[in-house]
């Protein structure tokens, strides 16, 4: 009678450090999610019109082929309109051989103007330089605006635009927790 309890104990005894196991090792399984690290601006003049406009985000625990959501932010003294987004060309990517794209491109405000505004838009880095432990890459891009650059709505097209800048931007990622 007790040789079927003890092969009970022992399956109750191999399942439950089993379970042991697995569940101590449940973290170190877990998908680290691409995380902002940092972001930094820069502030251009055009006449009259100041315009402050996010151009340096990092991001941090990426995995390449992943898509990341964007939104860069921008604001002015006088009226701005959103004209575009794109990759600057003749090198969209840095350093050699990192390779991606952007989609989805919707900025604010678009056909009125405003005196601030935003981009979203989606980026995938398809492939990264590897350095070490860590792989990394760099996405240049260019966003246009439509600029009131007399502050007078009376003068330039029907909206008081009255000419264009383009802001340089950029997107880093790196597979580490640190840039």
């Known amino acids: 009678m007790k040789e079927p309890l003890v092969a009970t104990n022992l399956v109750i005894a191999a399942v439950t450090l089993l379970s042991c196991v697995l569940l101590s090792s449940g973290p170190a399984l877990a998908q680290t999610t691409t995380t ?10 055009v006449g009259a019109n100041t315009i402050t406009a996010d151009n340096n985000v990092k991001f941090v625990n990426y995995t390449a082929d992943e898509t990341i959501p964007v939104t860069l932010s921008y604001s002015a003294t006088c009226n701005i309109v959103f004209g575009g987004l794109t990759l ?25 103007v405003g005196t601030s505004g935003s981009v979203t838009f989606d980026i995938v880095f398809t492939s990264l330089k590897t350095a070490g432990k860590k792989d990394f890459g760099v996405a240049h891009l260019n966003l246009v605006l439509g600029v009131d650059s007399d502050c007078d709505p009376g003068t330039g097209d029907t909206t008081g635009i009255d000419e264009s800048v383009t802001i340089g931007a950029q997107i880093s990622v790196s597979t580490a927790s640190h840039p």
């Open 88 to 112: 600057r060309l003749p090198q969209p990517f840095t350093p050699p051989n990192v390779s991606g794209t952007i989609s989805g491109v919707s900025g604010t405000p678009l056909g009125t």
């Open 36 to 45: 902002e690290f940092s972001r930094g601006q820069t502030t251009v003049v």
